[in-house]
């Protein structure tokens, strides 16, 4: 079944997911003025639910268009982003904070059952971390983190995952890459769901749970500053940040975005 398929469906549940913004439009309200007022933020937009189909569809399009180049990308927090009730997009300067996890890591899926330390679990899938993005500029002058050997991801190539302006860097773990056993499995570039600790602090005064950020693609970035508005200087970059109301967990996913 594809989208138009089930048209009657998404108008449906777009419609109900309005109505729950609406009934909690001041809650909305006070939420976009925390987030106007953190340090580095130069806007702020409530994206429309019907958006979130728009969004969507150009973060599919674009890692159709990486499947056909050597250097693959997911953006899962994205896709994780947009199955939340209300989505925050703000728009932020260099003096944001830096965030709380790497936003770029290199991986392979695994099997539920694989015991590796270095792993994560998103959406039920378990993905051994092979390379991960990093902040700290001391790192150009050594040659082990955590023990452990590691090389940088040169320019070009972290040119080719089409992420735009990155400010930190990508290092890779040449012997977890060597030590793969299920080489039959995939592996590529990751762009994770983030906490967002500004919300997640006050989730219980603002009876909201689910609370995840995520770097949209540059295209995706460019759409959502046309929507609302924003400077299109590029030294600035869009964060979508989603959360749930409390009690009101909608299963918004499979309606509006199945394949």
Known sequence: MNWLDKFDDVINEIQRIDKLKSENKSKINKIEGLLKNLKGIEGTYVVPTKQYYNIYKIECRKEKELEKTLVYAKNLGVRDALKREVIFAILKNNDFRKPTKPTIILAEEVDNSNKDPNSIIIEKQKYRILGEEVFDQSLKDKKELHGEEFLF????????????KLESEII?????IKDRKEKIRPSYFVLPPIEFPELEQEKDYFGIDNIISASPHPVTDAYIRNEACFSKNKDLATILIGFNFKNNILNISQTLFSD
Do not use: A, C, W
């Open 172 to 176: 890779y773990f040449p012997k977890r």
């Open 153 to 164: 991801l040169s320019q070009k190539e972290k040119s080719k995952l089409f992420l735009g």
